[in-house]
């Protein structure tokens, strides 16, 4: 038996249009995925260029180079208010100048004035800040320096936190107080990241700030663009500001009526996705089909980057697979379901089974989240598959593997 001839609703990074993300299985657009996101937001492109996307768009993003994935993110500000503007931002013993092209359109060389023992820096004040755990980041591309600093204040008059960054090799060198994680990018660009927590109140006095080793008396360069403050435990897809903070609603992918396409006695569900663990990210399922209810679906969820297989009925769970904990990479999750026997299978390998005694009626499908706006979290989907029948070990085996 052919998998593709046998599935009843396939979804990929593919055909799109405003509201519309289009299902490869059926063609008749039965399972075609309805998109909501109130705000406009960004992507990275197949050239890897950032640009924006109207509300209400799929987001096709090109992160990482290669194949495309499906980007859903929960809503975030950047409260850094003027982001495009670089000659804007605040400096110290350090001169701004701008430049045409680069990743967005526009991007900022950085100079250090040469001043011994000073921390030659950009920098952005925040007042009265939620308390919480913040994400700071900004691309950076090597001038005469490769080394650029990303620092924090968690309270007034307190040492800074930071981390060192080398965009020659790509790496964290080391860090202090916050943790440091770093992204290529095209054509020799970086996106540095640090996260940190914030008591909250006046005490956000220099929450982020970048720039030169401190020691250094060399007037070196580095290039800059599109920094960001944002609450939350890690960070999202670049929110650009020209003069004020601004909010990107959440992504939603939902699609209802798809009970004569989901098995309701046996079935199989699958996704393929490209995974990063993120330090406190709350959990998240990046398929769910079921009522619309965590009391009634059968779903994926990785809780503290662990991987669940997971089925509900009338508020009774009646399987709970551990598919164990998932390292950074792309990822094939298949689990198929009957009664008395669910099978979950990662990677090509058989992680486990369970016995249901009961299945939910399931009419909806949800990608990245479970239909409502507090459980998304970021997600990057390259393949979602849905079967009417429950596949066989070897079966499992193949479409993961």
Known sequence: ???????????????????????????????????????????????????????????????????????????RTNRIPNSENGLSWSTSNVTISSQDGGLNSEYFKITSSGVTNRFNVVGFTFINTTAGTYSASVFAKKGTSDEIILTSRATYGAQSAYSVFNLTSGAVVSSSGVTGSIEPYSDGWYRCNINFTNSGGYNDFASFAYGFNFNSNNTDTLFVAAPQSEIGSYTTSYIPTSGSTVTRNQDQFTRNNLASLIGQTEGTIYCEIDYTPQSNQASFSPLYIGEGTYENAIYFTIDSGVLYSIIWENNTREVLINMGTLPQGIHKMAFSYQIGNTVAFLNGVNKGTDAATALPSSNKMYIGSTGTSTSVQKTLIKNIQVYKTALSDSQLAALTS
């Not at 657009?29 to 960004?42: E, F, L, N, Q, S």
């Not at 924006?52 to 990482?64: F, M, Q």
């Open 1 to 75: 038996m052919s998998l593709l001839s046998d599935v009843s609703i396939a979804v990929t990074p593919n055909g799109y249009k405003a509201e519309k993300l289009y299902a490869v299985v059926p063609s008749s657009g039965a399972a075609d995925m309805v998109v909501t996101r109130a705000t406009d937001a960004t992507r990275v492109n197949e050239d890897g260029l950032i640009e924006s996307i109207l509300s209400n768009v799929p987001r096709i993003d090109y992160t990482g180079g290669g194949c495309p994935h499906i980007l859903v993110e929960p809503q």
